[in-house]
């Protein structure tokens, strides 16, 4: 059973810092292309934060290019956004996304709470 699970969340300050994980089991991430949404607290959509593929191409929102970083541990099965200088309008759920064409996956996470305020 494919199960993709993120960590990492929390109440910060604006300014600091967070780094969230994206783990899987029963599927590998390293062939798949693994990206972040977030939902904000009165959003009812998912919108798109950063995704890395498989080759390790990066892609980020405007609203959070040079402030967030996603990278991939294979080794770990893992992928990880670095969050820095984290705003209020960050706060939101975070979701993990792992999506491959080659083996029809498609699996999310039930996402983790990051909230900036002072």
């Known amino acids: 059973q494919v199960q993709v699970v993120e960590s990492g969340g929390g109440l910060v300050q604006p300014g600091a810092s967070l780094r969230l994980s994206c783990t899987a089991s029963?599927?590998?991430?390293?062939?798949?292309?693994v990206g972040w949404y977030r939902r904000p607290p009165a959003g009812n959509q998912r919108t798109w934060v950063a995704y890395v593929t498989a080759r390790e191409d990066t892609k980020y929102a405007d609203s959070v290019k040079g402030r967030f970083t996603i990278s991939r541990d294979n080794t770990k099965n893992s992928v990880y956004l670095q969050m820095n200088n984290l705003k209020p309008e960050d706060t939101a759920v975070y979701y993990c996304n792992a999506l491959s064409s080659a083996n029809g996956l498609n699996a999310w996470g039930q996402g983790t709470q990051v909230t900036v305020s002072s």
């Open positions: 029963g599927t590998s991430l390293s062939v798949a292309t």
